[in-house]
Structure formats: C-alpha cells, structure tokens
C-alpha cells in the first residue's frame, strides 16, 4: 500500500513532494499512484539499445519530470544520469542505471499492491 511513511521508507522526498502538492498528502499520493502504470523506462530501455538516442532523450527528460516533479527519487536519481548522458549524445552502457531505475519502479509497485 502506497502510504506517506513507506514512500519515506522507500527512499521518496515525501516532504518536498507533498509541498509541490499544496501540502495535500492524499492528493500527492494519487499522483504517486498514477506512475505505476507507466511504462516508458522500458520504452526507454527499448530505445537506446536500438541506438535511437534522440528519442530515448525525449522519453527520459519526460520521466525525469514526472518523477522529479514527484520526488520518487530512487528512481529519478537513475532517470536523471541517463538523461544527462544522453543530452550530450553518450555511448555508454545505460544498463546498470536502466536496470536500478527499473528495479526500484517494481519496488513501487510491490509498494502499491502491497495490502499491509
């Protein structure tokens, strides 16, 4: 279940979060919850490993905001270096940040269907 104190637990900026959101904690996490369905990091992961690196910038800033905007920072810390290395056009092997940022979404989503 996606709560204030486990987002904390997990790693989240639940308090500059909640402040983006007028201080409203359930509105916060309904746009915490709105983030499970997306699937754009493996999109993302897609997109890079075809060497489309215009696009996979595109879909990356996109999920740094959302996830910054939202201050779900274990997987925006990951999100945020690949979209600097893709800014500057970087052949590097994305896995490992890919794989953390895709690793702590599914502890989201452990998180929300969690019924405890």
């Known amino acids: ?9 997990y790693g989240a900026n639940v308090d500059e979060g909640v402040s983006r959101c007028l201080n409203d904690e359930s509105f ?6 709105s983030c499970i369905p997306d699937t ?6 897609q997109l890079i490993g075809a060497g489309e690196l215009d696009k996979a910038f ?3 800033h996109a ?9 779900i920072t274990p997987i925006y810390e990951p999100i945020s270096r690949i979209t600097e290395l893709l800014r500057s056009r970087e052949k590097v092997d994305y896995s490992e940040l890919l794989n953390t940022a895709k690793k702590q979404k599914e ?10």
């Open 1 to 9: 279940m996606i709560t204030i104190d486990n987002l904390r637990n």
């Open 28 to 33: 916060y996490i309904d746009l915490v919850k």
């Open 40 to 45: 754009r990091i493996d999109e993302l992961e």
């Open 58 to 60: 595109e879909v990356a």
């Open 63 to 71: 999920l740094k905001g959302m996830y910054g905007n939202i201050s």
């Open 107 to 116: 502890r989201l989503i452990e998180m929300h269907n969690a019924r405890t």
